[in-house]
């Protein structure tokens, strides 16, 4: 039989893990052919949510749980899943309903035709403000003119992945993740299936503007140097530009003379090119700032425990 693992990360979840778990019984009720496994990752909740998961699994033997030691964000909680889970397959969702369990059926048809990374892409987006669906738009479409690899927008973690893909993002093991360039980076036969993405039930959103922002900046460092070879090519072309006018000001002083004026150009010309040298500035720290990060070479996470006890992630 075929084991299929469905992975949630969840963090202050304790309203929405009793519903979606009830939704879930009732579709692997209809996909009996299957063996199922429920995975919660729970990624050091404030409140309840331990407790909730812990009754869960007293019910059902198929539920496990990986407790980590503290909050490591919802990125990380996934890589711990991946440790965990023992299915031919994984389903990863949120827990706060957003993701309609119905799509499993879908995903796991695609999957059984052979799709090795099967995605939904959102149809509509929620509840979410304009802004925040332009800038998201928006980012999406400058990741990928960074990039050669394919990034898709209107796809997030809803989705499910073949042991060999998540064997795969097992060895990746970056310290600041960015799980939805990975996807993209792996490659694997891919293909998507279209849902309508709902409203949060219970809880609040975890992200905050700054958050969003995090996590954007994040993908494009962890993805590309685009932003190192832009601010190159600015050196380039105002230095060009500097020099011509140069050449100008000393034609110009040489032959009108050089009666001593153009405080105000010189002001301009100096605050320009100091804002231009510390955005690079900016840019090249944000990478140096991932080198220091990375190069520390620490664990990703640590748990707490595996369903109550200490355990060994699966070779
Ligand atoms: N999550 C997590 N760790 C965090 C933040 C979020 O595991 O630090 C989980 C959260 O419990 C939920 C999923 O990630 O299952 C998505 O979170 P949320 O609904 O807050 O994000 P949004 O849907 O607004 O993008
Ligand atoms: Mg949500």
């Known amino acids: 039989m075929k084991k299929v693992s469905i992975l949630i990360p969840s963090y202050n979840e304790e309203q929405s893990l009793p519903l979606l778990y009830n939704q879930?019984?009732?579709?692997?009720?209809?996909?009996?052919?299957?063996?199922?496994?429920?995975?919660?990752?729970?990624?050091?909740?404030?409140?309840?949510?331990?407790?909730?998961?812990?009754q869960l699994?007293?019910?059902?033997?198929?539920?496990?749980?990986?407790?980590?030691?503290?909050?490591?964000?919802?990125?990380?909680?996934?890589?711990?899943?991946?440790?965990?889970?023992?299915?031919?397959?994984?389903?990863?969702?949120?827990?706060?309903?957003?993701?309609?369990?119905?799509?499993?059926?879908?995903?796991?048809?695609?999957?059984?035709?052979?799709?090795?990374?099967?995605?939904?892409i959102r149809r509509t987006r929620g509840k979410e403000s304009f802004i925040r669906k332009k800038l998201s738009l928006t980012y999406y479409k400058l990741l990928?003119?960074?990039?050669?690899?394919?990034?898709?927008?209107?796809?997030?973690?809803?989705?499910?992945?073949?042991?060999?893909?998540?064997n795969m993002l097992r060895q990746m093991r970056d310290q600041e993740r960015y799980t939805k360039g990975m996807y993209c980076w792996i490659g694997c036969r891919k293909i998507?299936?279209?849902?309508?993405?709902?409203?949060?039930?219970?809880?609040?959103?975890?992200?905050?503007?700054?958050?969003?922002?995090?996590?954007?900046?994040?993908?494009?460092?962890?993805?590309?140097?685009?932003?190192?070879?832009?601010?190159?090519?600015?050196?380039?072309?105002?230095?060009?530009?500097?020099?011509?006018?140069?050449?100008?000001?000393?034609i110009k002083a040489i032959i009108y003379g050089d009666p001593v004026a153009g405080f105000p150009s010189l002001m301009v010309a100096i605050l320009f090119l100091?804002?231009?040298?510390?955005?690079?500035l900016g840019i090249l720290g944000e990478y140096v700032g991932r080198i220091f990060n990375e190069s520390k070479n620490r664990p990703v996470y640590f748990i707490e425990s595996f369903n109550g006890e200490y355990h060994e992630p699966n070779q």
């Open 24 to 54: 879930l019984v009732e579709v692997t009720n209809n996909l009996a052919q299957y063996e199922w496994e429920f995975m919660f990752v729970n990624d050091g909740s404030r409140d309840n949510t331990l407790n909730v998961i812990q």
């Open 144 to 166: 990928q003119h960074s990039t050669r690899v394919e990034v898709l927008p209107n796809v997030g973690d809803f989705r499910l992945l073949d042991r060999k893909c998540i």
């Open 57 to 120: 699994r007293e019910q059902d033997n198929r539920v496990n749980y990986v407790d980590l030691s503290r909050n490591f964000g919802k990125e990380v909680a996934m890589l711990a899943g991946f440790d965990y889970v023992t299915g031919d397959c994984v389903v990863i969702m949120d827990a706060d309903l957003q993701h309609p369990p119905y799509v499993i059926e879908e995903f796991i048809k695609k999957w059984e035709e052979g799709y090795e990374d099967v995605y939904a």
């Open 192 to 250: 998507g299936v279209e849902f309508e993405q709902g409203d949060r039930q219970e809880g609040e959103s975890k992200w905050n503007f700054s958050s969003l922002l995090n996590l954007a900046i994040n993908g494009i460092t962890s993805f590309t140097i685009a932003p190192l070879r832009m601010v190159s090519v600015a050196g380039i072309i105002i230095a060009s530009l500097a020099f011509i006018y140069m050449v100008y000001v000393i």
């Open 274 to 280: 100091g804002g231009v040298q510390l955005i690079g």
